[in-house]
């Protein structure tokens, strides 16, 4: 079964310093990636999302990842944060043969101070 | 469109009581799962159900667990009878079957405390 580790339990950054969250995971064959952000109190949604083509995938509010596949490796990234940022950051797999099923990850939380 | 509806968003109950989560899926969407989120073990997938139909129930802890799917419109989760150790955010998420697999739209969750 798929596995997905993100390894930075907890992130504080002051605002406009750039961002980069690991994520790392354990399957072999085709996947599927995701990023979903839980700001505070409120419901998981989407990010970002990679199914094929190029590797560098953009997503909404300045956020990307990039599909480094030798590394098993889907980290996101963000030039410059700000305070509204602050939130958990969860990465997730599927794969073709899971339907819809996510597997995510620990999630990361990231504090920005103002 | 509403997105996905669930209730109640809090509850506190007592240990040994019946517990039963309610979620309304997106109109039109065909999958549906169950997440628990948890300080300790994050968000864990506990089952899930395709055009109603559960799928995988390998994530539901023991058997004081149990989900339902009537109707594609409605689903339940029910813990019975409820322990200090359940209390979590319950999330409920939907999404289509068909084509590439996609995006999952969540709940607002169910906030448990047992007591």
């Known amino acids: 079964a798929q596995s997905v580790s993100q390894h930075n339990h907890h992130v504080i950054l002051s605002e406009a310093a750039s961002l980069e969250l690991g994520c790392n995971y354990s399957?072999?064959?085709?996947?599927?990636l995701f990023w979903y952000v839980q700001y505070p109190g409120q419901h998981l949604q989407l990010l970002l999302k990679y199914f094929s083509g190029d590797p560098l995938v953009k997503g909404i509010k300045g956020f990307e990842a990039e599909f480094i596949k030798s590394k098993f490796s889907f980290n996101l990234r963000k030039p410059s944060v700000q305070w509204s940022d602050t939130a958990e950051y969860f990465c997730a797999v599927n794969t073709n043969n899971a339907g819809n099923m996510l597997t995510f990850g620990g999630g990361t939380r990231l504090m920005v101070k103002p | 469109d509403a997105g996905v509806i669930q209730s109640p968003r809090h509850e506190v109950t007592e240990m040994g009581q019946e517990v039963t989560l309610r979620c309304k899926p997106i109109s039109g969407h065909n999958s549906l799962f169950w997440y628990r989120q948890t300080m300790m073990r994050g968000l864990e997938l506990l089952i899930y159900f395709n055009n109603n139909v559960p799928i995988d129930d390998s994530g539901m802890p023991e058997d004081r667990f149990s989900a339902k799917m009537p109707n594609a419109s409605f689903s339940t989760l029910k813990i019975q009878p409820s322990e200090p150790r359940d209390s979590a955010v319950y999330f409920c998420?939907?999404?289509?079957?068909?084509?590439?697999?996609?995006?999952?739209?969540f709940g607002e969750g169910s906030r448990l405390t047992v007591l």
């Open positions: 998420a939907s999404s289509q079957l068909a084509g590439v697999s996609g995006e999952l739209f």
């Open positions: 399957y072999g064959g085709t996947v599927n």
